[in-house]
Each structure stands twice: as C-alpha cells, then as structure tokens.
C-alpha cells in the first residue's frame, strides 16, 4: 500500500494480481490495473511524475500510468523470481528479487536540462 504525497490517493496490491487505485477521502476504489500474473509484492507511488511501480512475484516490475490506468513500461527480461522491491526516481527505476540481482534502470543518457532538476 502506498499513499500519495497529498494525502489524496491510495494504491494497493496484493494477492489477486490487481492493482488498485483508491480515493483516499471517499474510500471508493477508482480504477483497477490488471497486468501482473502472480502476487503485487511491491508498489511505489510516484506522485510527482503521476506513475506507479509495481513489482510481482511474477518476476516482472511494471510501469503504470496514474491518471490512466495504462501500462506505460513491462519490464520482465531481468530477473529470474520474485520481485521483492521497487523504486523510482525521474530518471531510474531500480528492483531487487530474490535472485539476489539487483536492477538499476538508468533512462537519463542523452536527456539534456537533467543538472536543472
């Protein structure tokens, strides 16, 4: 479960491979992301760049569109199991699963303007 910085939304994950969008203040659950073809173990909420990570057991960390609902990003080629964690930040996203392998995704090479964030 992760809340937005604003106190505003609220996503959640779990064992029925969903991913669930909630207003916070309302309790009613606005959009539910489907994708993920084993348990949710990890979400992080991007508010700022309106995205959520998510990662699976499995073995895939999936890029979503907050406003949407829309897969933006299926990344599956790197780990062998269970994602355990995921993060991101503007420019990285970074996972670890127990493989014991750590993934650092780096999309910043060629972005111009980075050294004014």
Sequence with gaps: VQFS?????????????????????TGECLKVLSGHKDLVRTLHLDS???RIISG?????VKVWSLETGEMILDIKQFHATWILAAKADYKRIVSTSQDSRTLLLDFSTGMTGLDLL
């Design 56 to 60: 699976s057991y499995d073995a895939s």
């Design 48 to 50: 700022r760049n309106r």
């Design 5 to 25: 910085e604003d106190s505003k939304t609220i996503v959640s994950g779990g064992n029925d491979q969903d991913i669930r969008i909630w207003d916070a203040r």
